[in-house]
């Protein structure tokens, strides 16, 4: 009966479509992954954090929510991505693979820090219930941060929030006085 159906919906001479999530498909988004590189895979995450900027800096006719929360989530997992591969990834990452990998990650924390620069001043006061969480999304990475742009750019981010928030924000977390606050006052 479903080839009776099938023949009567398709005209003749031409094939009948693929079943929904037949093997075809699988095929096609198989070929698509392969085709895809580190370093367009890269690009991409780099592009959603821009317009996220975007997002974020330009203002709108109506009210609209943003997911803190979530975009927060983003830049700390951007962070700490930090070049090294688990010992279950080596057969599966040449070395020519991670060096792009490698070559790309300051670009791609940078724009994390331009995200979180973003958040901080587009919703400045607002962001008092994740003021402890953006804290310690900065203090992890300045303990591993070495390229001097990045670390002036943590500055940058730190003076922006106690700015935004308040030195008040500093007693109730004490930890960001590792970064040697000092610095930003010079």
């Not at 085709?35 to 009210?63: F, G, I, R, W």
């Not at 020519?96 to 901080?120: V, Y």
Request: proline letters at 7%; one cysteine or more.
């Amino acid at each position: 009966m479903r080839d009776g159906v099938t023949r009567l919906l398709v005209l003749p001479g031409k094939h009948p479509p693929p079943p929904l999530g037949g093997y075809i498909l699988a095929e096609e988004v198989r070929n698509k992954a392969s085709q895809m590189t580190e370093q367009s895979l890269m690009s991409n995450v780099s592009t959603l954090m821009s317009v996220c900027c975007l997002m974020l800096t330009n203002s709108y006719p109506v009210k609209v929510n943003v997911p803190v929360r979530l975009l927060l989530v983003l830049v700390e997992r951007v962070l700490k991505v930090n070049g090294s591969l688990p010992q279950t990834s080596m057969p599966f990452v040449t070395v020519k693979q991670q060096e792009n990998i490698c070559s790309e990650l300051p670009a791609l924390h940078l724009s994390s820090l331009e995200l979180l620069t973003a958040i901080i001043k587009s919703l400045g006061s607002q962001l008092l219930p994740h003021a402890a969480y953006i804290v310690l999304i900065i203090t992890k990475y300045f303990k591993t941060c070495e390229l001097p742009e990045l670390r002036i750019k943590v500055y940058s981010v730190t003076k922006n929030l106690l700015i935004t928030m308040g030195v008040g924000l500093l007693p109730s977390n004490l930890e960001v006085t590792e970064l040697n606050l000092g610095y930003l006052w010079w």
